[in-house]
């Protein structure tokens, strides 16, 4: 997409601080670590006006959604949509790193969505 999300989250963080969470009590942006933070992401693409409707139809998102979790104890996760499917081709995969490095997997449903987001795509 030519999105460096790193530069652009910076500089959006930075024009507009006061409206993004205060979860870890800092006092100024951080360009090391802003963009890693989901809720700083969720806020980002938020403003960035790519959000989408959360629901329980597969259907609804396709290849290139980016999707938040809440997977409880106030954990947040964030992966994005590709175009493989499950075993049973009803859902799309999620690709996501939740510590042991990127993976594949079937679990767009496995925990709470807390975001729904499409950029679209001009070719």
């Known amino acids: 997409m030519g999105l460096d999300l790193q530069k652009e989250v910076n500089e959006e963080m930075k024009a507009h601080f006061n409206l993004y969470p205060k979860i870890w009590g800092l006092k100024a942006t951080d360009k090391n670590i802003d963009h890693r933070r989901v809720p700083n992401l969720m806020t980002y693409l938020k403003r960035?006006?790519?959000e989408k409707s959360i629901t329980n139809d597969p259907k609804d998102y396709i290849h290139g959604d980016i999707v938040c979790w809440n997977l409880g104890r106030a954990i947040t996760h964030i992966g994005i949509v590709v175009d493989k499917r499950s075993n049973d081709r009803k859902r799309h995969l999620i690709v996501h790193?939740?510590?042991?490095?990127q993976v594949l997997e079937d679990c767009l449903f496995d925990f709470k969505i807390i975001?729904?987001?499409?950029?679209k795509i001009s070719n």
């Open 48 to 50: 960035q006006g790519v």
């Open 115 to 119: 975001g729904h987001y499409r950029f």
């Open 97 to 101: 790193n939740i510590g042991s490095g």
